[in-house]
Every structure is written in structure tokens, then in C-alpha cells.
């Protein structure tokens, strides 16, 4: 390829830029005219700064000052450094007047001859930016050198023939540069950069072998051992070659011998038949025999060359295991050192990912502990609430009987015992004591709602012991056996107050009845004063009601109120563990954003579209989780509806426990997520 493009450049010379015409015409111009416009002073300081340049850059390369902690050097500084330094001493020279032609001329070469000097200056130049680096290099700088002169300066006059030779120059450089990458076909192309942008492990392993800037000394001397291993490889090809030349030319000579011997001519390929007989007379010669010693000697020689050619096939032989034994050795070293590295890798992964797994686990523990806490003081909270519904409650029944206990006075004094005697017997009896019967079967439900939301809870929170949830069941046990048998006494307190009552309504009837023989003439009147009183006790009667359905009603929005302030305390809870998450999210992506302002500028480059892919796979694990929170907040939703109406609470219960799975299981997935995340994070 250097071949070829040395060839190319000397081609250049051989072109003249122009449009049509060459040397005639309006407006002519060549590339000799460059040359010709070319001030001797102007040559000169452009190659002095070349010269400055160049051996200023090489023994800056040789300190330490320019290399990094690998070792190789810093080409950039070295380079910008050199170019400011010989820019300098050219434009001190040029500003002190340095007579450079006298100089010259004071060497022996006149200021003509510096036109001749320039092309050779640079085909050297050219040979030399060829020979160290590439070939596209130099058609690269070429196409770059010929767009930036028809831009800035006038020296083309076909500027758009120029600057589509300079595009040329590039599109061929570039061409050079995918095919030397293995990139020559599009379709090859297009194949890579799928492979990369899948992710695939390959792709990713080769990304990061390319970018880890320890490898790069290692592929330097890869590609050395790379070209003495093919320069031996033609050394050795070269000798065979020669051996079978050699044995070849062995054969001819011993075939022409052979041929002799016997009288025949030989050709290259062996004798060829006898020789031609001259004209005239044959002479008689004798018979030609070789002698004992002549055939030992020949046979020795041929023995000679056949054990040479033996040894020589040995020998390379020899060589040729030897070096694919050198090769299988550092193949195995190679092989070694990225099992190593590999090994190291692995470990620094799995302590990072036991380092995040215990992180996780605090935290998980320290909202586990929150959690019951939480749920310690809902659960006070709800205590203290159901104990003041028993005490409005207890009220409740004491301020009816003392109702009660008014209207029986009053009965006394308005003497309507015997009107009112049915209506005492429906009250005091059936119809109160369904309404106590009713009332303690109300209150069982609550109950009973209430440990099944707080089991429901108890799962919920997953944190809540066994052996704590057992006790909590016993007391409420306990309390319930309490309350019942609370309840029973005081059933009994009343029906022996309703019986008492009723022995004392015998007395005054029997009392009456002897008060009625004694007043037979006034029975108009006393029939009229019972219907007077039937009528006010069905007014009564019908205004205790109203009182009754009223507190009922202002109880349920009681207990509606409350049940809504539960939801809510609930809701806030949920928002307020929601927002720690949130909070702890962005501290998360703070401190990640912190780690990439302090990485180093290309590496983060690189590494920026890989993080994107794992935070946007991260936020479709955290939007699985919202929708999952989602389907549990209605499932919560559906199931406190069930609780209410009391109806299908297993259903909801084991629909609750799908969703509760689910949960736990796009939990799995976000801890997955984040620890892939964090993994990125930590190659990265």
C-alpha cells in the first residue's frame, strides 16, 4: 500500500490544476506556478520550521514529562508544545531580517536553486508521513490542505475542480480506513453497529477492551510480534524455496550425469535419447566405464546431498514447532492474563453486589420497622376510637332508660297503666330486646371486620410476628368475652328491672281494680282519660323513634367519618413511603451524577448511551412498579367496598393476596433492575 502510494504522489507532479488549458489562454495557471509565486525567504522559513518542528517533537518524546502512567506518550502536549517553539524561532528569524539567500550564498547555492529544493522537501515530507503512519493519512491531510487553500486564498482558479479533488482525497482516505477496520462492505457496517447498539456481550467486551487505554501497549506489541512472526514466515518461505531450488538443481546435475554415463543427451527434465551421429566416418572409440572410485565418490556426494536436504527439511521442521509452540505459549499467557482480569472483574462485581444487597437489606429493614410502627400507632389510634364508640354507646343506653324510666313516672302520675301496658310489654320486651340482639351483632361485625383488616394489614406490612399477632387476638379475645358478658348483666339488670316493673303494674292494677269498684259512676271519664293518654303515648311513642333514627344516623356518619379518616391516614402513608422512595431516588441519581462529573470527560461519552439504556430499562421496572401499585390501591379500594357491605370478603381476599404476589414479584424485578443499573455503574 506505501508502494502504491508513492507512486500516487509522484502522479501529483505530473498534474497541472486548471480548468481547460494548460499554458495558454485567459487567466492560465499550473502548479509551477506556485512554485513561481514562492518567495525564496518564504521556502525557507517554512522548511526551517518543518526541520524545528520535527526534532523539537522527537526529543520531547523522549522525556518522561510526556507519558502517562502507561507509558506511552503524550502526543498532543509534545506536539502543541514543539509547534509554538519552532513558530517562534521562525518569527524571531523573520523579524530580525536573517539574510537567508546570503546565507546560501555564502554556502555555495544561489537563490534559484532553493525552487528546486522545495518539491524535493516535500516528496520527503510526503515519503515520510507515509512510511510512519499511513497511506489515508496523507491523502486525509492532502484532501484537508486543498479545501482549506481553494476557501481561504485565490491560488486555484478552478476552485470547484480543486475542492471535489480534496473531497475525493477524503472519501478515498476514509474508504482506506474502513477497509484496514474490517468495515469495507456496507452491509458488514450496518451489521456492527446493530451488534453494538443490541448490546450484545461481545460488542460490549470489545468496547471496553478498545477503550481501557492499558490495552493499547498490549496491541502495539501484538501488531510488532504480528509483523515478526510474517517477516520470519517469508524468511522461512524464502529459504525453502531456495532448499528446493537447490535439490531441484541437485537432481539436474545428477540426471545429466546419469545421462552422460550412459551416452544420451540431457535435457532439464532428464535424457532425452541418444546423441546425433556426426557425418563421415565414425570413429571406433573405446569403451567409457567409470571406476570403482569415481562410483563410491558420486555415491557419496548424492548420499551428501540427500542427508542435507534431510537435515535441511529437520531443521525447518524444528523451526516451525518451535514457533507454533512459542505461539500456543503466549496464546496460553494471553489466555491467562484475561482469565485474570476476567476473575477480577467478577470479584469487584460480586463485592459491589453484596455491598448493594446489604444497603438494600438495611433499608428494607428500617421501613419494615417504620412499618410497625406505624401500625402500633393505627392500631392505638383505633382502639382509643372504639372505646369511645362503647363509652357514646354506654351513654346512649343509660340516657334511654332513664327515658324510659321518665316515661314510667309519668305513666304513674297520669294513671294510664292498664292503656299503656302493651306498649311497656312491646318495648321492654321483643322489640328491645331484638334491638340489644341487633346491636351486639353489629358489634360483632365490627369486630370482626376489624381483625380481618388488621390480619389483612398484618400481611400487608409482612413485618408483624407471629407470636405479637397471637397476643393481640387473645386480648381482643379476652375483651370481647369481657364485653359479652358486660352485655349480659346488663340484660339481666333490665329484665329484672322489667320485671319488677311488672309486679309493681299488678299492684297498681289490682290497687286500681278495688279503686274502680269504688268509682263505677266516673267510668265515662276514666275512658275518657285513657284514650287522652293512649293518644300522647303514641305521640311519645312515635317522637322516641324519630330520637332514635336520628342518633342511628348521626352514628353511621360517625363511623363513616372515621372510616374515611382511616382511608385517608392510610392514603397518607402510602404517599408518604412513596415520597421517601422518591426522595431516595433522587438522591440516588444525585450521587450518580456527582461519580460521572468526576469521571473523566471521554469515558463518560462513551459510556452515556449505555447508562441511558439501563436507566430507561430501571423506569420501565419503576413503571411496572407504579402499575402495580395502582392495581393494589384498587384492589384495596375493591376490598374495603367488600369489607363494608360484608360480602365476599374471601374473594377479595384472595384477589388481595394475587395483587400482594404481584407486587412482591415487580419488586424482584426493580431490585433486578437496579442492580444491573448499579452493575453498568461500576464497570463504567
Not at 131 to 148: A, E, H, Q, V, Y
Not at 337 to 342: D, E, G, I, S, Y
Request: hydrophobic share 35%.
Amino acid at each position: 500500500m506505501q508502494k502504491k502510494g508513492l507512486i500516487f504522489i509522484l502522479g501529483i507532479f505530473l498534474i497541472n490544476f486548471v480548468n481547460a488549458q494548460f499554458f495558454s489562454g485567459y487567466n492560465r495557471f499550473s502548479f509551477r506556478d506556485i512554485l513561481d509565486r514562492t518567495d525564496p525567504q518564504m521556502a525557507t522559513l517554512v522548511i526551517l520550521f518543518l526541520i524545528f518542528f520535527t526534532l523539537i517533537f522527537i526529543v520531547l518524546m523522549r522525556f518522561s514529562l510526556f507519558k502517562n502512567a502507561y507509558g506511552e506518550p503524550h502526543r498532543a502536549g509534545a506536539g502543541i508544545i514543539s509547534l509554538g517553539t519552532s513558530a517562534l524561532i521562525t518569527y524571531w528569524m523573520y523579524i530580525r531580517g536573517f539574510d537567508f539567500s546570503g546565507f546560501f550564498f555564502d554556502i555555495g547555492l544561489s537563490p534559484d536553486s532553493l525552487y528546486g529544493i522545495f518539491p524535493l522537501l516535500f516528496l520527503i515530507f510526503a515519503i515520510v508521513l507515509i512510511w510512519k503512519t499511513s497511506f489515508r493519512m496523507f491523502l486525509f491531510l492532502m484532501g484537508i490542505l486543498l479545501i482549506l487553500l481553494t476557501i481561504f486564498t485565490d491560488v486555484f482558479y478552478a476552485e470547484g475542480l480543486v475542492a471535489a479533488t480534496g473531497a475525493v482525497l477524503i472519501l478515498i482516505s476514509w474508504w482506506l480506513w474502513r477497509r484496514s477496520r474490517g468495515l469495507s462492505s456496507v452491509r458488514n457496517a450496518l451489521g456492527t453497529v446493530a451488534d453494538t447498539y443490541r448490546g450484545g456481550r461481545d460488542a460490549y467486551r470489545r468496547g471496553r477492551e478498545h477503550i481501557d487505554p492499558r490495552n493499547r501497549l498490549q496491541r502495539k506489541e501484538y501488531k510488532k510480534e504480528v509483523k515478526i512472526e510474517k517477516r520470519l514466515a517469508k524468511e522461512e518461505i524464502k529459504k525453502l524455496k531456495e532448499i528446493r531450488k537447490s535439490h531441484k538443481k541437485a537432481l539436474k546435475e545428477e540426471r545429466r550425469r546419469r545421462g552422460r554415463r550412459e551416452g544420451g543427451r540431457i535435457g532439464d527434465n532428464g535424457p532425452v535419447g541418444p546423441r546425433p551421429e556426426p557425418a563421415g566416418p565414425r570413429p571406433r572409440p573405446g569403451p567409457i566405464r567409470p571406476t570403482p572410485e569415481e562410483d563410491s565418490r558420486e555415491q557419496r556426494r548424492i548420499d551428501d546431498i540427500e542427508k542435507a536436504r534431510e537435515e535441511a527439511f529437520r531443521i525447518q521442521k524444528q523451526k516451525l514447532e518451535d514457533e507454533r509452540m512459542r505461539k500456543t505459549a503466549r496464546e496460553r499467557i494471553e489466555e491467562l492474563r484475561r482469565q485474570k482480569k476476567a476473575q477480577k472483574y467478577q470479584e469487584a462485581a460480586e463485592r459491589q453486589r453484596k455491598e448493594l444487597m446489604e444497603q438494600d437489606e438495611k433499608r428494607r429493614k428500617m421501613e419494615m420497622k417504620i412499618a410497625h410502627e406505624e401500625g402500633l400507632k393505627m392500631d392505638k389510634r383505633r382502639r382509643q376510637e372504639e372505646e369511645a364508640i362503647k363509652e357514646d354507646a354506654r351513654r346512649q343506653r343509660i340516657k334511654a332508660l332513664k327515658y324510659q324510666r321518665d316515661e314510667l313516672a309519668q305513666g304513674r302520675e297520669f294513671k294510664i297503666q292498664g292503656a299503656l301496658e302493651k306498649e311497656r310489654k312491646r318495648l321492654i320486651g321483643k322489640d328491645y330486646e331484638k334491638a340489644l340482639k341487633e346491636d351486639a351483632r353489629r358489634q360483632r361485625l365490627k369486630e370482626a371486620e376489624y381483625q380481618v383488616a388488621s390480619g389483612i394489614q398484618g400481611r400487608r406490612w409482612g413485618g408483624q410476628d407471629e407470636k405479637r399477632r397471637k397476643m393481640e387476638m387473645k386480648i381482643a379475645h379476652e375483651e370481647g368475652l369481657k364485653m359479652d358478658k358486660r352485655r349480659r348483666q346488663e340484660e339481666e339488670a333490665i329484665k329484672e328491672d322489667a320485671r319488677r316493673q311488672r309486679l309493681k303494674e299488678i299492684e297498681y292494677q289490682v290497687a286500681e281494680g278495688i279503686q274502680g269498684r269504688r268509682l263505677e259512676g266516673q267510668e265515662s271519664e276514666r275512658k275518657r282519660g285513657v284514650r287522652l293518654a293512649h293518644k300522647e303515648a303514641l305521640m311519645m311513642d312515635k317522637r322516641r323513634r324519630q330520637e332514635e333514627e336520628a342518633q342511628r344516623m348521626d352514628d353511621a356518619r360517625r363511623n363513616q367519618t372515621r372510616e374515611n379518616q382511616i382511608k385517608a391516614e392510610r392514603g397518607a402513608y402510602n404517599e408518604d413511603a412513596r415520597r421517601k422512595e422518591l426522595e431516595r431516588q433522587t438522591n440516588r441519581e444525585e450521587q450518580q451524577r456527582m461519580n460521572v462529573e468526576k469521571m473523566d470527560t471521554r469515558k463518560r461519552e462513551q459510556w452515556e448511551n449505555k447508562l441511558r439504556k439501563a436507566e430507561k430499562i430501571a423506569s420501565k421496572k419503576t413503571l411496572r412498579v407504579d402499575r402495580a401499585a395502582a392495581v393494589f390501591k384498587n384492589a384495596e379500594k375493591r376490598f374495603v367496598e367488600a369489607q363494608r357491605i360484608n360480602k365476599g370478603v374471601h374473594s377479595a381476599e384472595r384477589s388481595y393476596n394475587r395483587m400482594y404476589d404481584k407486587l412482591k414479584k415487580a419488586e424482584a424485578e426493580y431490585q433486578e433492575a437496579q442492580l444491573a443499573l448499579a452493575e453498568a455503574r461500576n464497570r463504567f
